[in-house]
């Protein structure tokens, strides 16, 4: 962990997102504001396996950043908008936008309220860094970048317009989620997503579709690198907005790991919750599960459990056996597309 913590921030320095300063050069009276940090583990991706996070939220005489902070309002589309209109193309692609956050640079006059203290070795004099980029842990962090990456498909909008559209309709946070009805449009409309980006110094990588044509021209370093799941090479995934897509069959998959649904003799009502909440399903396509373990929960409150009570009786069984069954899930698999290809070409016949 201390050897990707160093490589994480030294990274982070040597693409000039931050830099060291000497704090007896500030002015009599300045302000500033010093992040706590520390480090996130996610195994499961294929990048970053350590991520440094800064709190925003810790108080420095009374108050934290966040709290003065505006975060300004909602303005890229919802989450269920992006994924349904992801399945009405026959050629789909999906890609990532690298560091998006630090893509953005924050204006010289409030770096100050971004720094840092960091030594890679404890024996060393503590550094301060300022942070020059939008930084992940901060209110308006996200609209922030959103707003910029936007404003880059207005002002691109005249040379790249299906592209700027996308941009502007198709994008949640940093992922890309769009296609085209036929081949040719694909691969035009993702070289041109590809450039108009660029054009922001939004680099985009992890790209990804059902049909490797569409990635003609995109370096083996750039393509999404597909994982997989319950042990089998049929089932490569990714994780387009949080749904297991697999780009080789086009079908929307719902993984549950056996160990995930582990009884442990002590169910609680919060353990309970924490599991229906991790039943993501933006587009209501597993409904009827979750209106099971809903319904468990719904007793659950009529009962009037509290938290961290201990579960027993009928509802403990009516639990356990959900947990058990939840590994049905794996067997699932709906179609993403739901577009008849050449529909047009049969319209006729159909209502002969």
Same mark, same amino acid.
């Given at each position: 962990?201390?050897?990707?913590?160093?490589?994480?921030?030294?990274?982070?320095?040597?693409?000039?997102?931050?830099?060291?300063?000497?704090?007896?050069?500030?002015?009599?009276?300045?302000?500033?504001?010093?992040?706590?940090?520390?480090?996130?583990? *996610?195994?499961?991706?294929?990048?970053?396996?350590?991520?440094?996070?800064?709190?925003? *939220?810790?108080?420095?005489?009374?108050?934290?950043?966040?709290? +003065?902070?505006?975060? /300004?309002? *909602?303005?890229?589309?919802?989450?269920?908008?992006?994924?349904?209109?992801?399945?009405?193309?026959?050629?789909?692609?999906?890609?990532?936008?690298?560091?998006?956050?630090?893509?953005? *640079?924050?204006?010289?006059?409030?770096?100050?309220?971004?720094?840092?203290?960091?030594?890679?070795?404890?024996? $060393?004099?503590?550094?301060?860094? $300022?942070?020059?980029?939008?930084?992940? /842990?901060?209110?308006?962090?996200?609209?922030?970048?959103?707003?910029?990456?936007?404003?880059?498909?207005? $002002?691109?909008? +005249?040379?790249?317009?299906?592209?700027?559209?996308?941009?502007? $309709?198709?994008?949640?946070?940093?992922?890309?989620?769009?296609?085209?009805?036929?081949?040719?449009?694909?691969?035009?409309?993702?070289?041109d997503i590809e450039e108009l980006l660029k054009r922001g110094m939004f680099p985009v990588r992890k790209w990804c579709s059902n049909d490797e044509d569409v990635l003609e021209g995109v370096p083996e370093q750039d393509r999404e690198t597909l994982v997989r799941i319950q042990d089998s090479s049929t089932n490569e995934t990714?994780?387009?907005? /949080?749904?297991?897509?697999?780009?080789?069959?086009?079908?929307?998959?719902?993984?549950?790991?056996?160990?995930?649904?582990?009884?442990?003799?002590?169910?609680?009502?919060?353990?309970?919750?924490?599991?229906?909440?991790?039943?993501?399903?933006?587009? /209501?396509?597993?409904?009827? +599960?979750?209106?099971?373990?809903?319904?468990?929960?719904?007793?659950?409150?009529s009962d009037g459990i509290g938290w961290d009570d201990k579960i027993e009786g009928e509802v403990l069984d009516k639990w356990t056996i959900f947990q058990h069954a939840l590994v049905k899930l794996n067997e699932i698999e709906i179609p993403r597309c739901v577009v008849v290809p050449r529909s047009a070409s049969y319209r006729?016949?159909?209502?002969?």
């Amino acid at each position: 962990m201390k050897n990707m913590y160093q490589s994480f921030l030294k990274e982070y320095e040597d693409l000039g997102h931050c830099h060291e300063i000497r704090e007896e050069d500030d002015p009599p009276g300045q302000q500033s504001y010093y992040f706590p940090h520390h480090a996130v583990l *996610k195994p499961s991706c294929t990048s970053t396996k350590l991520r440094v996070v800064f709190d925003g *939220k810790a108080k420095s005489n009374g108050l934290s950043l966040n709290e +003065v902070l505006m975060i /300004g309002p *909602k303005i890229q589309s919802d989450l269920f908008s992006i994924v349904l209109r992801f399945r009405k193309h026959v050629y789909a692609f999906s890609a990532d936008v690298e560091k998006m956050y630090r893509q953005v *640079k924050i204006d010289h006059s409030q770096t100050r309220y971004q720094r840092i203290f960091w030594r890679d070795q404890s024996n $060393e004099p503590l550094r301060v860094l $300022e942070l020059t980029t939008v930084t992940y /842990g901060t209110s308006p962090a996200s609209f922030l970048a959103v707003r910029s990456m936007l404003q880059l498909a207005r $002002e691109e909008k +005249v040379n790249f317009p299906a592209a700027a559209q996308v941009v502007t $309709e198709d994008c949640y946070m940093d992922d890309v989620l769009s296609g085209a009805s036929t081949l040719d449009s694909a691969k035009q409309l993702r070289s041109d997503i590809e450039e108009l980006l660029k054009r922001g110094m939004f680099p985009v990588r992890k790209w990804c579709s059902n049909d490797e044509d569409v990635l003609e021209g995109v370096p083996e370093q750039d393509r999404e690198t597909l994982v997989r799941i319950q042990d089998s090479s049929t089932n490569e995934t990714i994780r387009a907005l /949080g749904i297991l897509w697999n780009p080789r069959s086009d079908m929307f998959l719902f993984c549950r790991n056996p160990e995930s649904t582990h009884i442990d003799g002590s169910v609680t009502k919060r353990s309970v919750l924490s599991l229906i909440a991790k039943l993501f399903d933006p587009l /209501g396509l597993i409904s009827p +599960v979750i209106v099971l373990a809903k319904s468990i929960m719904q007793q659950l409150w009529s009962d009037g459990i509290g938290w961290d009570d201990k579960i027993e009786g009928e509802v403990l069984d009516k639990w356990t056996i959900f947990q058990h069954a939840l590994v049905k899930l794996n067997e699932i698999e709906i179609p993403r597309c739901v577009v008849v290809p050449r529909s047009a070409s049969y319209r006729d016949s159909w209502f002969l």
